[in-house]
């Protein structure tokens, strides 16, 4: 499973029905307007690297009134119980 999240610079009177367009695809988990460079942040749960082509060039980037996209691919997770783990001496 990979995870990517797709920073994306839209038209900024279309942020809200380009984010709406965006939740509707296939492989989009999450969708956040944000503050900031970008307008969005999608995040998507992909089976395989072919998925992110049809997710992003092929998906997001031809939705209208998006500008730009930038895609980040996750390695890896880390969840709170990790990280709590991370910092854990051993004491008790």
């Not at 082509?53 to 990790?82: C, H, M, N, W």
């Amino acid at each position: 499973m990979l995870t990517a999240f797709v920073l994306i610079v839209c038209e900024s009177r279309r942020i809200s029905e380009v984010a709406h367009a965006i939740a509707e695809l296939p492989n989009v988990a999450e969708v956040y307007s944000v503050t900031g460079e970008f307008d969005i942040i999608a995040l998507l749960r992909l089976s395989d690297y072919e998925s992110l082509d049809q997710s992003v060039p092929s998906g997001i980037a031809q939705i209208e009134g998006v500008i730009e996209t930038k895609t980040v691919l996750a390695f890896r997770r880390y969840s709170r119980r990790d990280l709590a783990a991370g910092f854990d001496i051993g004491l008790s």
